[in-house]
């Protein structure tokens, strides 16, 4: 489903972007995700996070999706998928 969730400034995934740096459930069947952006200051950062929120919690074994927003380690371009970089052109 992150797959499903793209920064509307960068026509990539957040996945393959490398935003996503830990996810983990627990015996709740709740999601919990630790995740970036590639600036702090991302103007889409509310919009993300409920577009993570929104399409983790439709999945039918889900019962909620915990977004935790990271810093550290800072976001490079180095985390992104062979693929993001494809397509963003930096291969």
Not at 50 to 57: N, Q, Y
Request: proline share 5%.
């Amino acid at each position: 489903m992150l797959r499903t969730v793209y920064d509307p400034e960068i026509p990539v995934n957040i996945y393959d972007l490398g935003l996503v740096y830990n996810i983990e459930v627990d015996d709740n069947m709740c999601v919990h995700i630790d995740m970036t952006f590639t600036a702090p200051s991302c103007p889409a950062s509310e919009f993300i996070m409920e577009d993570v929120r929104m399409k983790v919690e439709s999945i039918d074994e889900v019962k909620s999706a915990d977004i935790k927003f990271v810093f550290e380690p800072e976001w490079n371009q180095d985390m992104m998928s062979e693929e993001a970089k494809l397509e963003l052109g930096l291969l």
